[in-house]
């Protein structure tokens, strides 16, 4: 998921190009903070937590000047119209810590991880609120989800898909559905 944007949300309105304008110059500041492993580790923990979770990645990239820079999952991500939503907002919080997580694992500053994960956790906020959790809640499964993906990330098999995928990233900075299927799926 891209450290500074939003998934495609249902509700997500198409910004003017002004607008897109500056958050582009707000992004480029905000992503001047990061190596392009940093980058590149933040977003291969989101894809293989997505992948682990049945989801497909169309695309990933590490490009600063790229508008799509981030995780592009080809599902809607969406904590609601799911039977199950509670475990559903459960699994959307684990991908979303799943930046942090990466990067924390990888051995990134707490100042950069921290940095990465915070318009996620925003994120998983305003997800949590849309199935009803208030803000104390949300934190709480955060916090909850985040041993959890760290322990799956860190079995040697998930984090040997991250460090291919990151390195990758750091290679050609943007990888198609393709590409990152192969990885996915030696
Ligand atoms: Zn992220």
Known sequence: MPTERVTQAPVQVTPSQKEI?????ERLGHLAQFTDEHLAYH??????????QGGTIVRL?????DPKEGMQPAEQLTATGSADQLKALRDL??????GEVAATIQGAPESVVK?????????????AAETGLDETAAHAMIE??????????????NWKLVDSLAQQLVRQK?????????????
């Open 115 to 127: 940095a990465g994960g915070r318009v996620d956790r925003e994120h998983a906020i305003r997800r």
């Open 43 to 52: 977003e291969a923990g989101h894809a293989v937590v997505h992948h682990l």
């Open 21 to 25: 304008t500056l958050v582009t110059q």
């Open 93 to 98: 919080v684990a991908l979303l810590v799943a």
């Open 61 to 65: 990239s590490i490009e600063r000047t």
């Open 144 to 157: 909850a989800e985040w041993p959890h993906v760290r322990d799956r990330l860190e079995e040697p098999a």
């Open 174 to 186: 943007v990888l198609d559905a393709d590409q990152i299927r192969a990885t996915l799926n030696p």
